[in-house]
T-cell receptor, first 118, second 112 residues
Framework: DAGVIQSPRHEVTEMGQEVTLRCKPISGHDYLFWYRQTMMRGLELLIYFNNNVPIDDSGMPEDRFSAKMPNASFSTLKIQPSEPRDSAVYFC????????????????FGEGSRLTVL | KQEVTQIPAALSVPEGENLVLNCSFTDSAIYNLQWFRQDPGKGLTSLLLIQSSQREQTSGRLNASLDKSSGRSTLYIAASQPGDSATYLCAVRPFNFNKFYFGSGTKLNVKP
């Protein structure tokens, strides 16, 4: 399996611009998570989806952030307008849901998208 | 709310030494606990997953233990190598929740 795939790996943009980050979860995984990592705050959960439905977006910092999952193989995280304090590494992760064999719950991460807002 | 703490924040050891990384959590009602490794500029790689019913898991030179009653997990690395240098994070998934709560990590440096 190719693992969780994120794009772009690096994004440099100017304040006020729109940023769209993309994620392809592992095939067959029912849950998708968006995290943000900074030196100051560590890993923060922004939002997660179950079967393409947003379940908990309480970690989304502001209305400037939005996330969608139009199908089981694709999700986006959008920031509009971007600000310098949004600079961070954004990770997407996925895991399989409960099945007849139980719920191992192992979480798999992508390589991340490093965002720099000037 | 579950809080996860990892101490120390950084650790430097000579090659060949056995070492233990610590993870503590405040609420013992957990579904599982997962240890990750993160190399600079990279994503998190899953090392070991321990279900709440388990006491330990082993993979090669790594052994992770779980003591729910005391809210602690340890990651034991045997015969450390320079290639083990990375940041190690633990994550706890509370029971009946799908969120994972992460510690801030222990940055390990293994000197040749």
């Amino acid at each position: 399996d190719a693992g969780v795939i994120q794009s772009p790996r690096h994004e440099v943009t100017e304040m006020g611009q729109e940023v769209t980050l993309r994620c392809k979860p592992i095939s067959g995984h029912d849950y998708l998570f968006w995290y943000r990592q900074t030196m100051m705050r560590g890993l923060e959960l922004l939002i997660y989806f179950n079967n393409n439905v947003p379940i908990d977006d309480s970690g989304m910092p502001e209305d400037r952030f939005s996330a969608k999952m139009p199908n089981a193989s694709f999700s986006t995280l959008k920031i509009q307008p971007s600000e310098p304090r949004d600079s961070a590494v954004y990770f997407c992760a996925s895991r399989v849901g409960p099945s007849g064999q139980g719920d191992s719950g192992e979480l798999f991460f992508g390589e991340g998208s490093r965002l720099t807002v000037l | 709310k579950q809080e996860v703490t990892q101490i120390p924040a950084a650790l430097s050891v000579p090659e060949g030494e056995n070492l233990v990384l610590n993870c503590s959590f405040t609420d013992s009602a957990i579904y599982n606990l997962q240890w990750f490794r993160q190399d600079p500029g990279k994503g998190l790689t899953s090392l070991l997953l321990i279900q709440s019913s388990q006491r330990e898991q082993t993979s090669g030179r790594l052994n992770a233990s779980l003591d729910k009653s005391s809210g602690r997990s340890t990651l034991y690395i045997a015969a450390s190598q320079p290639g083990d240098s990375a940041t190690y994070l633990c994550a706890v998934r509370p029971f009946n929740f799908n969120k994972f709560y992460f510690g801030s990590g222990t940055k390990l440096n293994v000197k040749p």
